[in-house]
C-alpha cells in the first residue's frame, strides 16, 4: 500500500543534541511538507519542498533544516538552535504544487526535549 | 494572506444527534477549503474538499460540509454521530505562493466529543 512513513514514532533528545526526522513517501508525490504540532495552535508549516534539490523556508523554519536528494524522502533535521522543540511533527505529501487536491499525511514523529 | 479560523475549542454532542464543526476562512479569490480528522497520537486524515460547484460536499465516514460564500463558511456536519467520530477536527485553506506553488493554511482544531 502506498503512504508516507515517518520514523521515530517516539523520539528523546538532551539539550544541545541535534536529531533527524526521517519522512519517506512510496506515493510518487513531488511535493513534501514539514508541519509542527503544538497543542491549541493547529498545524504550523516549517519547510516544504516541491521538486528535488530545491526546499523552502515555511512560517517557522528558524531551528530547522531539510534536504530533498531524492523524490521520496524529506527528513527533517532539529538542531539545538531550535529554542522549544517538543512537540509533535508531520511530515505531508501531495502529487504536484499545482494539484487542487488535499495532503497524505504520515502518522508524525513525536519530540521530547529532557 | 488567507486564513481559516476554527471558533470553537471543543463541541459536545450526544450519540445519534446531528453535529456542527464550525470553520470560517479569509480568502482572495477561489477558495480551495479541506476538512480533516486526527486521533490520538496519529497523523491527518483527509475528510472532504471544497474546490468548485456544488456546495454541499461530501466526504468519508458520513461527513459533509457545506459551503458558504456570503457567509465565508465551510462547516462539517455529521446527521447522526457516533461515539467514534470523537476527535480533533481541522479545517484547511491552500494559500498561493508568489512563487507560483501552494502551501496549506490549517485552524487551531476543534475537539469533538460525543457523548454515549
Known amino acids: 500500500d502506498g503512504g508516507i512513513t515517518q520514523s521515530p514514532k517516539y523520539l528523546f533528545r538532551k539539550e544541545g543534541q541535534n536529531v533527524t526526522l526521517s519522512c519517506e513517501q512510496n506515493?510518487?508525490?513531488?511535493?513534501m511538507y514539514w508541519y509542527r504540532q503544538d497543542p491549541g495552535q493547529g498545524l504550523r508549516l516549517i519547510y516544504y519542498?516541491?521538486?528535488?534539490?530545491?526546499?523552502q523556508k515555511g512560517d517557522i523554519a528558524e531551528g530547522y533544516s531539510v534536504s530533498r536528494e531524492k523524490k521520496e524522502s524529506f527528513p527533517l533535521t532539529v538542531t539545538s538552535a531550535q529554542k522549544n522543540p517538543t512537540a509533535f511533527y508531520l511530515c505531508?505529501?501531495?502529487?504536484?504544487?499545482?494539484?487542487?487536491?488535499?495532503?497524505?499525511f504520515g502518522e508524525g514523529s513525536r519530540l521530547t526535549v529532557l | 494572506a488567507q486564513s481559516v479560523a476554527q471558533p470553537e475549542d471543543q463541541v459536545n454532542v450526544a450519540e445519534g444527534n446531528p453535529l456542527t464543526v464550525k470553520c470560517t476562512y479569509s480568502v482572495s479569490g477561489n477558495p480551495y477549503l479541506f476538512w480533516y480528522v486526527q486521533y490520538p497520537n496519529r497523523g491527518l486524515q483527509f475528510l472532504l474538499k471544497y474546490i468548485t460547484g456544488d456546495n454541499l460536499v461530501k466526504g468519508s465516514y458520513g461527513f459533509e460540509a457545506e459551503f458558504n460564500k456570503s457567509q465565508t463558511s465551510f462547516h462539517l456536519k455529521k446527521p447522526s454521530a457516533l461515539v467514534s467520530d470523537s476527535a480533533l477536527y481541522f479545517c484547511a485553506v491552500r494559500e498561493p505562493l508568489t512563487s507560483g506553488t501552494y502551501k496549506y493554511i490549517f485552524g487551531t482544531g476543534t475537539r469533538l466529543k460525543v457523548l454515549a
Open positions: 506515493l510518487n508525490h513531488d511535493a
Open positions: 519542498s516541491q521538486i528535488v534539490n530545491d526546499f
Open positions: 505531508a505529501s501531495s502529487k504536484t504544487s499545482a494539484y487542487a487536491g488535499e495532503l497524505f
